[in-house]
T-cell receptor
Framework: AQTVTQSQPEMSVQEAETVTLSCTYDTSESDYYLFWYKQPPSRQMILVIRQEAYKQQNATENRFSVNFQKAAKSFSLKISDSQLGDAAMYFCAYRSAIRRGKLIFGQGTELSVKP | KAGVTQTPRYLIKTRGQQVTLSCSPISGHRSVSWYQQTPGQGLQFLFEYFSETQRNKGNFPGRFSGRQFSNSRSEMNVSTLELGDSALYLC??????????????FGPGTRLTVL
């Protein structure tokens, strides 16, 4: 069975600084997707960034980028130039290429941004 | 395009009762997945429906059931409610057509409180 682990329950960053959230996963599958979701206090889940396992190039979306290490099964999220609106719970998630409707989530990292 | 909608947004029930939650996917989306979010267990996958058929199922007891209608709207039912069923229930929809990536879009959730 696949598992996703986020070892940092809480993180804090100063506004305009850079922060990295960690995520490791375990799977025996070769084709899968990895995601970072943001859940603000409104509880609305928002997709931040995704990574296809077959792509070696790390995904980037504006201030958000990932460091995908497939052999190490590591998938960290870097937020650059942190903004107050980035404060939220961040979830790392795994999805098999076969069972496309099922996301497996990590426990989440609560990010606070200090002005 | 309207997003994923869930009704009701808040619900209070007592132990032993049953409850039905509704999810209306984005127009044209054929897959609906359900997740339970609790502080202790985090986000857990309940089941996925595609074209009125359950395609994937998580590790929940038989008290949790669901269905999907021909217009892709989905309902989930929890019978004989227990205190531990208190949670935020999220649904997500996706096109789920063809191969490749299909993003899941989440609804705002239904907050269920069992007294």
């Amino acid at each position: 069975a696949q598992t996703v682990t986020q070892s940092q329950p809480e993180m804090s960053v100063q506004e305009a600084e850079t922060v990295t959230l960690s995520c490791t996963y375990d799977t025996s599958e070769s084709d899968y997707y990895l995601f970072w979701y943001k859940q603000p206090p409104s509880r609305q889940m928002i997709l931040v960034i995704r990574q296809e396992a077959y792509k070696q190039q790390n995904a980037t979306e504006n201030r958000f980028s990932v460091n995908f290490q497939k052999a190490a099964k590591s998938f960290s999220l870097k937020i650059s130039d942190s903004q107050l609106g980035d404060a939220a719970m961040y979830f790392c998630a795994y999805r098999s290429a076969i069972r496309r409707g099922k996301l497996i989530f990590g426990q989440g990292t609560e990010l606070s941004v200090k002005p | 395009k309207a997003g994923v909608t869930q009704t009701p947004r808040y619900l209070i029930k007592t132990r032993g009762q049953q409850v039905t939650l509704s999810c209306s996917p984005i127009s044209g989306h054929r897959s609906v997945s359900w997740y339970q979010q609790t502080p202790g267990q985090g986000l857990q996958f309940l089941f996925e429906y595609f074209s009125e058929t359950q395609r994937n199922k998580g590790n929940f007891p038989g008290r949790f059931s669901g269905r999907q209608f021909s217009n892709s709207r989905s309902e989930m039912n929890v019978s004989t409610l227990e205190l531990g069923d208190s949670a935020l229930y999220l649904c997500a929809s996706s096109l789920a057509t063809g191969g490749g990536y299909n993003e899941q879009f989440f609804g705002p959730g239904t907050r269920l409180t069992v007294l």
